[in-house]
């Protein structure tokens, strides 16, 4: 009697497993920390769109692995006058939906960025207008010479669209339809939950390794990590430092930590006394303890940072910075006419690391004399608030999205930039001010380098902020992910993942 | 009864522009500016500007609401000031995720919370009586966040027998939230159950029925329990508005795409279109609801169906 109907159980079972086995490694599902807003790469530009917009968008240029900047879907360029770049495109490109793309898609893309206006039009004001020379050549003309032009054009909100996908679709592009150019095409989006993206087996460049990817939102930090572990996600971005300590040594786990492109800093109202006076801020520059914020808050996802760049950005110098030293901190308030300390205040909104930051912050500064007392303030109102020039120190981060010295200062601390833009210290320096300036017109690497170099140093000297961290990322992966490529900004392309 | 109902329903229109105008004031009125929210940190003044007049911010806030409510009779919510989808869209995507969840929840709730009441009142401070009522404050008391990571941590990492989080298609999503979710429900369904019934057992009705030699079953099943089911048909329509309006905490946990989720990130983004029309489905659904429940003690009740002519 032989147990034929075992056997055939048996058989069916194994090749359910193996189909199961084939399929589930075509799949690669991600979670990460929120849903995004839209999938329209001139819309809202939020991290959690922007990691599902890289997949199916693409640009004219490309960030490489050391953020060189690499050929996108123009295959080379040349500056052929001080405002003029020119653009060679890819010529074997095909949309998703089966349209060439061609220089025009390249002008109607940059004008849509620039009517809608997208929220990210900023970073093409310096494009004055875009040329079709032919199908395959375009002239980007600027308004006046501008040095990042092609750090800009890197990022993923300068995306080329379809202009017939676009008018098509109407409201719904960028949530029912996004056509671009990228190795995923977008299949489906349900809100809330997950979008899934397909393989484009048209891609004109190295085709993606998985046939399906799936990105999924997980807000709780926690519960993200726990996917991760019982493989009901292959990558989950944002491992948090606790579920970081957790899961470090977890057997079937790697956990990736990479730098940013993020710094976090305390602001002094440098128009406010007693901070209008430099020994002032440098003193409270020497009080403050970076390494036990970095070991304690960050639990070592994060680096101290000497000067106010990310160490990627290009030109970031390797500044040494203020080290731990009160009592030179001491010295320096009295010779400023503080001896006994003064008592002053911190704001924060409600963010837990910048809570603990201002807690610390508080004991160390104690420590010299200074009384600080702490403000949390809501998010809603924190940056109306601080651009308004009511505080007298404050925490905040700042992301330089383009690799780029310039955006990662002028706003910063140019004299133009008070307020919203991003000058919340209103700190004014003549000198930088013509510093930042001419960075962003100096055509040669070298002097430009040079340029912000100098710039560095005297933000660092005049202290304008309480200098804190670099902040790191740790993405966590099943130990069967190959070829995971962090990028810095946070938009990590995954069309190199394969699942073994 | 018809007449009833439409009554009901046409009393709605001012309710909801009421709720429409008091939601609005207090989005403007409080601070924080959205496209200012929208660009962060760094936030070039003409790109706010540009950003402000093309979501219609500079308009003084009157026209704002008129603009808005002119719209919304002919069914028209507007668009995020975010997604740029419109509004109902937005919500008919994640609504069915909410309805899901609250069905759910509130179902546990009656199947277990209905019985254990009515068995605590048929032997009351017996021992099961004693743990049930014991068991319901505990229910009662577990914070949300903690019960559902601590169902996560057993069922999915433990027992590796339940998903850990999303609707991802399959009941087995739904069971952990739904779980998470309809455990104060259940405690207070049971314990409104059992005093409900314990209240009309002392009726002079039911002693009646006992006297006249009744078997105790059909004393419980046939003539209290109608009764005292009046209140907790209340306590069951409250609950299930409140759930439809999405339960935040659990759909954070769980990553459930539900509408508590969306509304708090509307909130926090101060995305007028999107919190207002939210708001109004919310006030829609609590109103419906209560005017089913009412409905139903009809039913329940001959007594009352003469209020409803």
Known sequence: ?500 | MWRYIIRRLLSLIPVLIGISLFVFLLMHLTPGDPAQLMLGEGAPAHQLEALRESMGLNEPWHIQYINWLKNAIRLDFGHSLRSKKAVATEILDRLPATAELAIAAVSIAVLIGVPVGILSASKPNSTFDNIAMVGALTGVGMPAFWQGIMLILLFSVTFQLLPSSGRLGGWQYLVLPAVTLGTAATASIARLTRSAMLDVLQQDYVRTARAKGLRSRRVVYRHALRNALIPVVTMIGLQFGGLMSGAVLTETIFAWPGIGRMLVEAINNKDFPLVQGTIMTFALTYALVNLLVDVLYAFLDPRLRTTYE
Do not use: C
Request: hydrophobic share 45%.
């Open chain 1, 1 to 500: 009697m032989f147990k034929k109907s075992w056997f055939v159980v048996l058989l069916v079972l194994a090749v359910a497993f193996a189909g199961v086995g084939v399929v589930g490694a075509q799949t690669l599902t991600v979670a990460q920390g929120a849903d995004p807003v839209t999938l329209d790469p001139h819309g809202q530009n939020d991290q959690p769109s922007a990691r599902v917009r890289v997949q199916i968008f693409e640009t004219l240029v490309n960030h490489g692995p050391n953020l060189e900047i690499i050929p996108g879907l123009a295959k080379s360029w040349e500056q052929i006058d001080d405002v003029t770049w020119e653009f060679k495109l890819e010529e074997n490109v095909k949309f998703h939906n089966g349209d060439g793309f061609t220089a025009a898609d390249v002008k109607y893309s940059f004008e849509r960025i620039k009517e809608l206006p997208s929220p990210a039009a900023f970073l093409i004001d310096s494009v004055k207008e875009v040329v079709v020379v032919d199908p395959y050549t375009v002239h980007i003309v600027l308004n006046e010479p501008f040095a990042p032009i092609l750090a800009h054009l890197a990022h993923p909100s300068n995306a080329i669209v379809n202009r017939r996908s676009v008018e098509e679709a109407g409201d719904g592009f960028g949530s029912l339809v996004a056509v671009g150019t990228g190795p995923f095409v977008f299949e489906d989006w349900v809100s809330g939950s997950h979008v899934t993206l397909s393989r484009n087996e048209q891609y004109w460049g190295e085709p993606a390794k998985v046939e399906t990817l799936v990105i999924r939102g997980i807000p709780e930090n926690t519960v993200r990590a726990i996917e991760l572990e019982t493989g009901g996600v292959d990558i989950a971005y944002n491992i948090d430092p606790t579920d970081e300590f957790r899961l470090t040594g977890t057997p079937g786990l790697i956990l990736d930590k990479s730098q940013t492109l993020s710094t976090s800093y305390i602001g002094f109202n440098v128009q406010k006394e007693p901070f209008d006076d430099v020994r002032v801020r440098q003193a409270i520059n020497y009080a403050l303890d970076v390494e036990a914020v970095v070991d304690y808050i960050y639990t070592g996802q994060a680096a101290p940072a000497g000067g106010p760049l990310a160490p990627l950005v290009w030109g970031a110098l390797d500044v040494e910075g203020y080290e731990f030293n009160p009592e030179k901190a001491k010295a320096l308030l009295a010779e400023a006419g503080y001896p006994d300390g003064f008592k002053t205040t911190i704001w924060t909104n409600d963010n837990p690391l910048r809570m603990q930051i201002a807690e610390m912050f508080q004991a160390d500064l104690a420590e010299i004399g200074v009384d600080v007392e702490v403000l949390i303030v809501p998010w809603a109102t924190y940056l109306a608030d601080t651009a308004a020039g009511k505080h007298d120190m404050f925490i905040l981060g700042w992301v330089t999205v383009t690799a780029d010295p310039d955006y990662g200062l002028y706003a910063l601390f140019h004299s133009s930039q008070f307020g919203d833009p991003g000058n919340r210290s209103f700190y004014a320096n003549e000198r930088v001010d013509e510093l930042l300036d001419l960075g962003r017109v100096e055509a040669d690497p070298d002097k430009r380098a040079a340029i912000y170099a100098e710039a560095q140093e005297y933000i660092v000297a005049e202290a304008p902020w309480a200098f804190l961290i670099a902040t790191m990322e740790v993405n966590g992966m099943r130990d069967n992910v190959e070829g995971f490529m962090a990028h810095p900004a946070g938009h990590h392309k995954l069309s190199t993942v394969s699942k073994k």
